[in-house]
Nanobody, 122 residues
Framework: VQLQASGGGLVQAGGSLRLACIAS????????MGWFRQAPGKDREVVAR????????HLASSVKGRFTISRDNGDNTVYLQMNDLKPEDTAVYYC????????????????WGQGTLVTVSS
């Protein structure tokens, strides 16, 4: 499985961005998708998680009400819609996929995209 993340950029506080993660290869082995982020000097944290079929089951408290994770029907692309962005959302965002046998709350993701930088100016 290969993951290609895109959509990052520079945006002012209060603005929106939509990140996309295109999956290719053995996508039938994917059970879960996640978006993570890592800010400078901080640990990587989970932002949003869904099943591969697109059912959201986890949003970090810091993004609830502002971010949504989704997947178009029949499309091997998972999106992270980010609204009302704040300077503290500045980070490199990664998409990741976990194999079908992993539980929803797994800490192990098997495939990672390359990361896309989101910068929110105040």
């Amino acid at each position: 499985v290969q993951l290609q993340a895109s959509g990052g950029g520079l945006v002012q506080a209060g603005g929106s961005l939509r990140l996309a993660c295109i999956a290719s290869g053995r996508t039938d082995s994917i059970g879960l998708m996640g978006w993570f982020r890592q800010a400078p000097g901080k640990d990587r944290e989970v932002v949003a998680r869904s099943t591969w079929r697109g059912v959201t089951y986890h949003l970090a408290s810091s993004v609830k009400g502002r971010f949504t994770i989704s997947r178009d029907n029949g499309d091997n692309t998972v999106y992270l819609q980010m609204n009302d962005l704040k300077p503290e959302d500045t980070a490199v965002y990664y998409c990741a996929a976990a194999r079908t046998y992993r539980s929803r709350w797994t800490t192990v993701y098997d495939y990672w995209g390359q990361g896309t930088l989101v910068t929110v100016s105040s």
